[in-house]
């Protein structure tokens, strides 16, 4: 069974940047991160295809967010610039080990990922 482990978390001024990563026990696959704030449902972020071929981003997350993969170490890094106060929540990695993942708008879909990380808090201070 894959496992996820993540970190880079923490509390960071508005404007400011985090990186988050996620290993996964073994390589392979859909990968995609996720945020819930207390009281919210789970929110899709960005994702990234087996290959690192192509990447999908939250509207709300568009250009201050970049999502990328190194398969060689089985790692997805979600580089965040230009917080903001709302993208405060935790942050999950969730991976597609079955293949479930097979269009674009699957990829933003929680139910198709199989496997989740524990979650790392991020809080944006304003």
């Known amino acids: 069974q894959v496992q996820l482990v993540e970190s880079g978390g923490g509390l960071v001024q508005a404007g400011g940047s985090l990186r988050l990563s996620c290993v996964a026990s073994?390589?392979?696959?859909?990968m995609g991160w996720f945020r819930q704030a207390p009281g919210k449902d789970r929110e899709f972020v960005a994702a990234?295809?087996?290959?690192?071929?192509?990447?999908k981003y939250a509207d709300s997350v568009k250009g201050r967010f970049t999502i990328s993969r190194d398969n060689a170490k089985n790692t997805v890094t979600l580089q965040m610039n230009s917080l903001k106060s709302d993208d405060t929540a935790v942050y999950l990695c969730?991976?597609?080990?079955?293949?479930?993942?097979?269009?674009?708008?699957?990829?933003?879909?929680?139910?198709?990922?199989?496997?989740w990380g524990q979650g790392t808090q991020v809080t944006v201070s304003s």
């Open positions: 073994s390589g392979a696959l859909n």
């Open positions: 969730a991976a597609d080990p079955y293949g479930s993942v097979a269009t674009v708008q699957d990829m933003s879909n929680p139910s198709k990922y199989d496997t």
């Open positions: 990234v295809t087996t290959s690192g071929g192509y990447r």
